[in-house]
């Protein structure tokens, strides 16, 4: 099993461009995260998919959305990139939402100039 | 929403020796807390993980104990090896939401 999988891994955008990071899981997790990381700041959850056909705003989801595409894949897009927008992102999954542990996938690092 | 707090936010400890982590929570309706191991420029990794029905739990040399009155929770390891050396994260789940609110992270050195 290949748990969750994330591409691309490095990525490096110019401010204004638009991107979309893919997320695949391959455990039958029913919930499905996407968070970001910067130094000193742990782990902040952008959106998250409890279950197939929904998604919600978790702590920092300006900027940013989200698509469900079916049970295995939820991706990311980032509209109109910014500076600010420069981190590593995780995507997740868990079995349910609900007292679960989450399986990260090895993350993407995003480079906005 | 949830609230975690982590300390140290660094450790430095001799191969051999003990460490401990310790997080606070604020939401008493939180009943599930992980602890993560994040090496440099890795995944997080679960460790272990405990549930609020339970006060402790082991699993060789890694700990966690919960005082849910004091609405926190710690990680102990022992004989600590200079592989433990990574950042580690605690997190608390609780609530009607689906949000598992992480600590900043402890960076654990332990140096040979």
């Known amino acids: 099993n290949a748990g969750v999988t994330q591409t691309p891994k490095f990525q490096v955008l110019k401010t204004g461009q638009s991107m979309t990071l893919q997320c695949a899981q391959d455990m039958n997790h029913n919930s499905m995260y996407w968070y970001r990381q910067d130094p000193g700041m742990g ?5 998250y998919s409890a279950s ?29 990139a910014a500076p ?11 079995v349910t ?9 090895d993350g993407t690092r995003l480079s906005i100039l | 929403g949830e609230n975690v707090e982590q300390h140290p936010s660094t450790l430095s400890v001799q191969e051999g020796d003990s460490a401990v ?4 929570y604020s939401d008493s309706a939180s009943n599930y807390f992980p602890w993560y191991k994040q090496e440099l420029g890795k995944r997080p990794q ?3 993980d405990i549930r609020s029905n339970v006060g402790e739990k082991k699993d060789q040399r890694i700990a966690v104990t919960l005082n849910k009155t004091a609405k926190h929770f710690s990680l102990h390891i022992t004989e600590t090896q200079p592989e433990d050396s990574a950042v580690y ?7 009607s939401n689906y949000k598992l609110t992480f600590g900043k992270g402890t960076l654990l050195t332990v140096n040979p």
Do not use: M
């Open chain 1, 97 to 105: 939402g609900i007292n679960q542990p989450q399986h990260f996938g």
């Open chain 2, 46 to 48: 679960l460790i272990i």
């Open chain 1, 52 to 80: 197939e056909g929904t998604t919600d705003k978790g702590e920092v989801p300006n900027g940013y959305n989200v698509s469900r595409l079916n049970k295995r894949e939820f991706s990311l897009r980032l509209e109109s």
């Open chain 2, 89 to 95: 994260f605690c997190a608390a789940w609780g609530g």
């Open chain 1, 84 to 94: 600010s927008q420069t981190s590593v992102y995780f995507c997740a999954s868990s």
């Open chain 1, 43 to 47: 782990l902040r959850l952008i959106y």
């Open chain 2, 21 to 24: 982590i310790k997080c606070t």
